[in-house]
């Protein structure tokens, strides 16, 4: 059973930054794309950003690229969504998610993924 264990959010003052880092449990399936959604209080969950694990291709909301950054470690099966200049929006629940499974979809949707972490909460005062 895959696991996906995040870590790195909490507690940062506007304009400050954090690095999101999620580590995929599972050492026997193949990875294919792994993302970042959010969700804050009140709102939908929202796309953040993917890569993907074989290419490294990299998708973003248009709105958050110029401030975040997804990587990947490969020999980790970690990755990783570096967040600079962060504002009081950005609050949010961020969840790491995960596809294993060989199939089309649309990076930016929650249906493209088969597994979700718990979720790190990241809060940015004034």
């Known amino acids: 059973q895959e696991q996906l264990v995040e870590s790195g959010g909490g507690l940062v003052q506007s304009g400050g930054s954090l690095k999101l880092s999620c580590e995929a449990s599972?050492?026997?399936?193949?990875?294919?794309?792994m993302g970042w959604f959010r969700q804050a209080p009140g709102k939908e969950r929202e796309f953040v950003s993917a890569?993907?694990?074989?290419?490294?291709?990299?998708f973003y909301a248009a709105a958050l690229k110029p401030r975040f950054t997804i990587s990947r470690d490969n020999t980790k099966n970690t990755a990783f969504l570096q967040m600079n200049n962060l504002k009081p929006e950005d609050t949010a629940i961020y969840y790491c998610?995960?596809?294993?499974?060989?199939?089309?979809?649309?990076?930016?949707?929650?249906?493209?993924?088969?597994?979700w972490g718990q979720g790190t909460p990241v809060t940015v005062s004034l």
């Open positions: 890569i993907s694990w074989t290419t490294g291709e990299v």
């Open positions: 998610a995960l596809r294993n499974t060989l199939r089309k979809s649309v990076a930016t949707s929650p249906s493209a993924y088969d597994h």
């Open positions: 599972d050492r026997t399936h193949s990875i294919y794309l």
